[in-house]
């Protein structure tokens, strides 16, 4: 009861903060360089009331509660500025102001950071220790489809990897098989095993160069991100289809026999409806190998009654395949509204044959899909946010007993924030 009456009473005052924007106008655009490429760390001034913002990494920046108007516009970044003049304000609308720019800028004055603070700011001012992963660090290590490799030269970090997907890192050390130390964000949802709170790193269903910004957080984070963010948080953003439309087709061929096909496409569809929709497939040998008094063991020598150290234990049963293969598919749409943006999406990855390293042994996995879904529902004063995610699956072996388990479980998670200005500087958070 208590809850459901505390639940009510956010609610009634986030539709009392949006009837009161109502009366009131907005302003947001983006800066971009000459490539179409967005640029952080701009400071934007509103002349006529001296509030000012910094756009965020991907180039956008915005103003809240604008009163109906004609207003001027400061970009400074560095020893480098410009203007714009003559911006009408409408109550109850969205005034965009967009500007691209030739401006040369130094790495230190751009670089912006969200998962620190739960904010933008710049990276010199956020109160902890993050690591930017740029885009293009993210193109060079894309095509392996390794995602954590993306922070593996990080500093406080702690990497292993037992296979091609069986990775696992920590921060500040204490890792361990099945890591659940770093809570791990792509586009505010956490894609854990629901049973297990660990990362299937696998099951990532989208191109890894479709990351337009990837955050690491060293240092706890519960007091901001609740479960799981003991050592840390990975948050990474996926590009938005309205600044990144057209298409693109990769294709990858490796080592171990690999080969990947990646598509995917994002365009408009009238009304500032955007959509993205993706696919891909990769099969691949992986350098886990069975360990059976018939195959013997990988690199080393078998533990028997007599040898019990420097050596790897046998194995029940060998492995079921030696073969990778992983499918996964993607649909997003994005609607905008002056002062309200929705998002709905969903996808699934089909994982067949990883190996991981388990406090039970090796374990393999041969039939396994991965459904999910998010609606992310945004304005200026609150934002809505829920998600669905699933695991399935029917074969998970334990190769040291040759056991069969399975799993078929979900996370489903919605949560509301509310957030209003006072005394000019000041700013009330409530979720």
């Known amino acids: 009861m208590q809850r459901s009456t505390l639940l009510l009473v956010i609610l009634c005052a986030l539709v009392a903060f949006t009837a009161l924007g109502a009366e009131q106008g907005r302003i947001s ?8 490429g967005g640029i952080g760390g701009v400071v934007v001034v509103l002349n006529e009331t001296g509030d000012a913002v910094l756009t965020d990494s991907n180039g956008s920046y915005a103003f809240e509660h604008i009163a109906p108007g004609t207003y001027s516009l400061a970009f400074t970044a560095g020893d480098n500025g410009d203007s714009e003049a003559g911006v009408a304000v409408t109550a109850g609308q969205t005034t965009r102001v967009n500007k691209s720019v030739d401006w040369s800028l130094s790495v230190a004055e751009t670089i912006t950071v969200f998962a620190a603070s739960r904010k933008t700011e710049r990276i010199v001012e956020a109160p902890a220790s993050v690591t930017v992963i740029s885009e293009d660090q993210i193109e060079m290590i894309a095509a392996s489809g390794q995602l954590p490799k993306l922070v593996e030269n990080a500093p406080g970090v702690d990497f292993s990897q037992s296979g091609i997907y069986d990775i696992n890192f920590n921060a500040r050390g204490f890792n361990s098989s099945l890591n659940r130390r770093i809570l791990t964000l792509i586009d505010g949802r956490d894609p854990a095993i629901p049973f297990l709170g660990a990362q299937e790193w ?10 337009s910004a990837v955050e690491l ?5 519960s007091a901001l991100y609740g479960p799981n963010a003991y050592n840390g948080v990975l948050n990474m953003t996926t590009k938005q289809p309205r600044f990144s439309q057209g298409g693109k087709f990769t294709l990858t061929a490796g080592e171990l026999g690999t080969g990947r096909a990646d598509a995917r496409y994002a365009g408009a569809l009238g009304n500032d409806v955007f959509y993205r929709v993706l696919g891909g ?27 019990r150290t420097n050596c790897l234990p046998l194995e029940a049963i060998p492995l079921k395949t030696d ?12 609607k905008y509204w002056s002062t309200l943006a929705l998002t709905v999406e969903g996808g699934y990855a089909t ?5 991981f390293q388990t406090g039970l042994g090796r374990a393999q996995v041969t039939d396994v899909t ?7 529902l945004n304005h200026t004063h609150w934002n809505a946010l829920a998600y669905y ?13 040759g056991a069969n388990t399975f799993e078929d479980s979900y996370n489903a998670r919605a949560e509301i924030q509310g957030n209003y200005g006072f005394m000019d500087d000041k700013l009330v958070l409530i979720g």
Request: hydrophobic content about 35%; aromatic content about 8%; overall charge negative.
């Open 29 to 36: 655009g983006r800066i971009t360089k000459a490539d179409g």
């Open 202 to 211: 696998a099951a990532v269903s989208f191109p890894m160069d479709e990351l």
């Open 217 to 221: 957080v060293r240092g706890p984070g």
């Open 281 to 307: 497939y990769m099969e691949s040998e992986d350098f886990t190998r069975s360990r059976t008094l018939a195959t013997g063991v990988e690199y080393s020598r078998p533990c028997t009654a007599t040898i």
């Open 323 to 334: 073969e990778r293969q992983i499918a996964f598919g993607g649909l997003r749409l994005d």
């Open 351 to 355: 994982i067949d044959g990883p190996v």
């Open 370 to 376: 991965r459904p999910w879904a998010r609606v992310n």
């Open 389 to 401: 995610d699933g695991r399935d699956s029917d074969d998970q072996f334990l190769l040291s007993s």
